[in-house]
């Protein structure tokens, strides 16, 4: 194997929160970061910051206005809500390059809806197979695959001589949400992922120094203090406007000569941005979320701006972790900075 060639690892701990970064929750983090000579950074996520319109960014680059994946649940054509596993993304992926490239790569997740919102069946191959829980697979408190089955399948894409490797655990997202982000609970988890993590570094150090990681989280995490979500469907009806719940965020679809009126008569609503054409984002207060009444909460949530925070971090002993890690912050990185990267280490 020539000495220049490199390999990028882009791995997701999915609503790991940035600040719990530190020695004492994330010591397998932060010990490979110092020997890396590199440090985590936070960089922004995008609105909402939810799950599937940032991992859609991780892959394609761009924002959720142009990739079309601009929620957990995307309006379509024909007035219906369908799962952003279903949407189809309107840009080509880093697979879509890399493959276009002749060279390979693979995606494990462990949320398996990923395989269709992130592409997965145009990388060289993707775990769980299409996109579904294998048979007596085990799964987590929301359905999604446990890290135990996800791990193994990871280590060996990370062994082998793939050029590209995107890999997902889901299991902090998971725990912020059945815990709550400052439980015990949650904490016990997080320190669970990155015990995993370090063995994806005994199996990245096993390779020697060809591989590049990119170690990131899509969005953090914050605790519902109200249980009765706020419910916009009183407020819209009539309107012309429709709604989604995306967390402590919610999607408003459509155009109004009004929008901050109606909006403005909202208890708790914190703000609004414009995430695409006809697509706005709205927020509450700390310690709220949206959602239509009679629905439980759970004791975490995100969506909203204050969870828009992802982890940022590179490692490795490939000399062009330095140079990364040292763009993060002087180039101002966010979410829609890592594909360009993938192809600039992996691409001619
Ligand atoms: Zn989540």
């Known amino acids: 194997m020539p000495d220049d060639r490199v390999r990028v690892v882009f791995l997701v701990l999915d609503g790991m929160p940035a600040p719990v970064v530190s020695d004492d929750v994330t010591p397998v983090l932060d010990a490979w970061c110092t020997a890396s000579g590199t440090t985590p950074h936070t960089v922004a996520a995008v609105l909402p910051a939810t799950t599937y319109p940032n991992h859609a960014t991780f892959v394609t680059g761009v924002a959720p206005a142009e990739h079309g994946i601009v929620g957990n649940h995307v309006l379509c054509d024909d007035g219906r809500f369908r799962h ?12 879509d390059r890399v493959t276009a490239a002749g060279l390979t790569s693979t995606l494990v997740v462990g949320d398996q809806e990923l395989v269709g919102v992130m592409g997965g069946t145009g990388a060289g191959s993707h775990w769980p197979p299409d996109g579904r829980v294998p048979d007596g697979a085990g799964t987590d408190e929301h359905g999604y695959l446990h890290d135990d089955e996800t791990l193994p399948v990871l280590l060996d894409a990370v062994a082998s001589n793939v050029d590209l490797v995107v890999g997902q655990l889901n299991a902090p997202d998971t725990a912020g949400h059945v815990h ?9 988890v997080y320190l669970a992922t990155d015990a995993r993590l370090g063995a994806v570094r005994d199996a990245v150090e096993a ?35 429709t709604w989604f719940p995306e967390g402590s965020a919610a999607l408003v679809y459509g155009e109004h000569p009004d929008l901050d009126g109606l909006l403005g008569g909202v208890d708790d609503l914190a703000g609004s941005t414009t995430a695409a054409p006809g697509v706005h984002v709205v927020w509450g207060e700390p310690g709220r979320w949206l959602c239509f009444d009679g629905i439980d909460a759970e004791p975490g949530m ?47």
């Not at 591989?211 to 706020?230: L, Y």
């Open 180 to 188: 709550g982000p400052t439980s015990d609970a949650a904490r016990a």
């Open 84 to 95: 952003a596993r279903k949407i189809g993304l309107h840009v080509p992926t880093i697979f």
């Open 302 to 348: 995100h969506g909203s701006p204050r969870t828009a925070v992802q982890l940022a971090a590179v490692v490795g002993t490939h000399p062009a972790v330095h140079d990364l890690d040292a763009r993060i912050q002087r180039d101002g990185f966010d979410a829609t900075s890592w594909a360009g990267e993938m192809a600039r280490l992996l691409l001619p």
């Open 207 to 241: 390779r020697g120094r060809d591989t590049v990681v990119m170690i990131v989280s899509d969005h953090a995490v914050e605790a519902v203090e109200v249980a009765a979500p706020i419910d916009l469907t009183p407020v819209l009806e009539g309107t012309g406007l």
